[in-house]
């Protein structure tokens, strides 16, 4: 008998995607003000830009079955 399939929070893949808006609007601020600090914040947003898509084709994988 298989085990019963663990459903994946959508939680996730929002707390990504929140973080990955607030790091562009982190970077374009930092790039406002003339601190190349910016590319830091551009660097996150790409990491958690990953993440929130990672995330929410893991919850829409675990959908289908």
């Known amino acids: 008998m298989p085990a019963p399939a ?3 929070p ?3 893949a929002l707390y990504a ?4 808006v607030l790091a562009v609007v982190a970077a374009v601020i930092s790039f406002a003000n ?3 600090l ?3 914040w551009v660097l996150l947003a790409g990491l958690t830009s990953n993440m929130a898509w990672y ?3 893991r919850t829409a994988g675990a959908a289908e079955r």
């Open 38 to 40: 910016g590319v830091v």
């Open 6 to 8: 663990r459903r994946m």
């Open 34 to 36: 003339g601190s190349w």
């Open 10 to 12: 959508k939680g996730l």
């Open 17 to 20: 995607t929140l973080i990955c």
């Open 55 to 57: 995330y929410h084709r």
